[in-house]
């Protein structure tokens, strides 16, 4: 038994593995050891264990975290954990909190070095086809929830102020937890946490956040918009997106500029221009940490960004320069504040991303319709297949874009049904719908500014100097990205190019116009054989039989990298559309760009294959463009 390093009586849930497959509540006996965690039958009156029933190597763990019990869930279920492997979730249900809350600082104790460690989680359960606290409906859908430190929620909520996590080193192994006080069962919400950005209500239903204050969350309406209660008792909908659980991470540190990658580290720290600039974010590798520092020192004109990998230790201490380790990131950093230690230079002024606070999932829980009363146009930013687009304002301070539809060229009612579940697409590259004006013609669709506008017109004019190789692959990564959370919403974009993306002040780009196509009344557009058909972004299936599909996007994607390799040149320059036609379908593949390295061509031939069904999935795509970035790095 020495080899047991926990054991214990759970209930397994079963997993679910078809969307139909009955659920069941079985106990087992659990048993931790080194390399795995085992389950098996056992003799309750003997208290005997019996035949194996399953197990997981822990080095394929992904995650292991709390889930929110269901609601009305009995009282034996209350204190669920999930440990996350390729397989999908496997629920365990804990008799107390303090059970649960041990095996789970155990186990992301154990895991913690583990490879595609997951950024991203669900809180609630996979049930009968769907995800209860966002609604995705594919089971293997990125989580809703970022995932951050590796210490359990449950001890860091109990403990003293100081956890600054990752703290993997802050338990000596073995070492008995100290007694917990006895614990009401958590309501299914009740979660605490801290607002990282001000919020100024936006409608009398919503409720102000102030940077750094704590905050109750008493219903997650959706996965955008909770409702939550200040300490005055003030009660009131919020962004989710504005705020993290409470004490659990890097996150109250200014340094730390989370979902900031290299070239966006490198634009903040260029445009701040500040010797000894610094920020910290997260590394291209799962669960690690870079620190990115801007020296004016070393010959170059303008100066020069660093980048330094936050090394960790055997034993778990980090470590930016040897001989100096830390058991914190935030010791570390301060650390370092005061001495270069090898790097180029101290870290002297801290860069922080938070000025600018991520875009929110409309203008309030549940609204959609906007009073136009409340907008104030500032300037035309340019005019599409549906009229003008003009920048302004919306109740005199929020950024917006505003598409004035002119009459005839959309299927409005259509329109208007699906812009409802439009709202609900909420992710960084993708351009935030806010609402519509619907009672008045032409109809506005409000939608979130980007203020370096197109990405075509990006390439080929706004970027100041020419890009380099990691700044191009950026691009292909945002969109990717954008483009797989849309394809695990089963959403089509079917207009996907460069044209229809936007590029915002930080040099991120988002999609747009997702799904808008089908609304479009002007056959020009809407028939294959249209001048304004996007023959040129289309495959061999869309052109001959008219089927969409996320596949048919996907080939969209490979000719919009090729227009980022390009900067902004025109695909088959030399063929009109009844040539690209015949000859695509016969075979012809565009050229390999001259800034494009066999890699990078092969991802974007990858999306170009005959089949729809052989070409990669945005999932995939996202991963092999992560991983070239990587080796870039
Ligand atoms: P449509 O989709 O109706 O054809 P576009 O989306 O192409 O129209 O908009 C026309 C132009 O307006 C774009 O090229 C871009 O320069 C500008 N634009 C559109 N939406 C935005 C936005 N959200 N932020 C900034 N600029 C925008
Ligand atoms: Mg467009």
Redesign the pocket.
């Known amino acids: 038994m020495s080899d047991n390093i926990l054991e214990e009586i759970f209930i397994k849930r079963s997993q679910q593995k078809r969307k139909t497959s009955p659920l069941n509540y079985k106990e087992r006996l659990f048993i931790l050891t080194q390399e795995k965690i085992a389950y098996y039958d056992f003799d309750s009156d003997k208290g005997k264990r019996k035949g194996l029933r399953g197990s997981v190597d822990l080095e394929k763990i992904k995650c292991v975290e709390t889930v929110q019990p269901e609601p009305n869930a009995p009282q034996e279920r209350m204190y669920a954990f999930q440990i996350i492997y390729d397989e999908g979730p496997l629920y365990i249900f804990a008799k107390t909190e303090s059970i649960r809350a041990q095996w789970i600082k155990q186990l992301k104790k154990m895991v913690r070095f583990n490879r595609d460690l997951m950024q991203k989680y669900h809180p609630c359960f996979w049930v009968d086809g769907i995800w209860l606290c966002c609604q995705q409906e594919v089971k293997q859908a990125m989580g809703c929830k970022v995932l951050d430190g590796f210490t359990s929620q449950q001890s860091q909520r109990r403990g003293s102020r100081k956890p600054l996590p990752p703290t993997p080193t802050e338990e000596k192994p073995g070492r008995p937890l100290p007694p917990q006080p006895p614990e009401q069962p958590p309501p299914s919400t009740g979660m605490t946490v801290t607002a990282e950005y001000n919020y100024t209500p936006m409608t009398p239903q919503d409720l102000e956040l102030r940077k750094d204050e704590e905050y109750t969350i008493l219903e997650m309406c959706d996965a955008n918009w909770w409702r939550a209660r200040d300490k005055y008792g003030n009660e009131g909908y919020i962004p989710s997106n504005y705020v993290v659980e409470a004490e659990k991470g890097l996150e109250k540190f200014d340094w730390y500029c989370k979902n900031t990658n290299r070239s966006q580290a490198e634009t903040l720290l260029k445009t701040e221009n500040k010797d000894g600039g610094f920020l910290v974010r997260d590394s291209s590798k799962a669960g690690k940490y870079t620190v990115s520092l801007f020296s004016k020192g070393g010959g170059e004109t303008g100066g020069s960004c660093r980048h330094y990998n936050i090394c960790t230790t055997s034993q778990g201490q980090f470590y930016l320069a040897e001989k100096h380790n830390f058991s914190t990131i935030p010791e570390l950093i301060n650390y370092h504040q005061h001495n270069a230690a090898g790097m180029v230079s101290r870290l002297k002024y801290i860069v922080s991303n938070r000025v600018r606070p991520p875009s929110i999932a409309g203008l309030g829980y549940g609204v959609w319709e906007i009073d136009p009363l409340y907008l104030t146009f500032i300037k035309e930013?340019?005019?599409?297949?549906?009229?003008v687009?003009k920048?302004g304002k919306w109740q005199g301070k929020h950024d917006?874009?505003i598409?004035m539809i002119k009459e005839g060229s959309m299927s409005e009612d259509d329109f208007i049904e699906e812009a409802k579940i439009m709202m609900k697409l909420c992710h960084q590259n993708l351009?935030q719908l806010y609402g519509v004006c619907t009672k008045q013609r032409p109809i506005y669709i409000v939608?979130?500014?980007?203020?370096?506008?197109?990405l075509?017109?990006y390439l080929k004019e706004g970027l100041k100097q020419h890009p380099t190789n990691v700044q191009l692959l950026e691009m292909c990564k945002d969109v990717s990205e954008g483009m797989a959370y849309l394809e695990s919403q089963q959403y089509i974009h079917r207009d996907l190019a460069a044209?229809?993306c936007?590029v915002d002040g930080n040099g991120t780009v988002k999609v747009?116009?997702f799904g808008?196509s089908r609304y479009v009344l002007d056959d020009e557009y809407t028939s294959s054989a249209g001048s304004k058909f996007p023959v040129r972004w289309s495959p061999p299936e869309v052109l001959l039989y008219c089927k969409f599909s996320s596949k048919s996007d996907i080939w969209a994607y490979g000719v919009l990298m090729w227009e980022v390799y390009t900067l902004g040149r025109l695909p088959y320059e030399r063929l009109n559309n009844t040539e690209i036609v015949d000859q695509v379908s016969r075979g012809l593949r565009l050229y390999r760009p001259q800034l494009a390295n066999e890699k990078v061509y092969s991802i974007m031939s990858s999306c170009w294959l005959e089949k729809a069904e052989e070409r990669p999935t945005f999932q995939e795509l996202a991963s092999n463009v992560q991983d070239l970035l990587y080796e870039l790095q």
Do not use: H, I, P
Request: with cysteine; glycine share 14%.
């Open positions: 930013l340019g005019t599409g297949q549906f009229g687009v920048y917006v874009a598409k351009v939608t979130e500014f980007l203020s370096n506008g197109c075509l017109t044209r229809n936007l747009t116009d808008l």
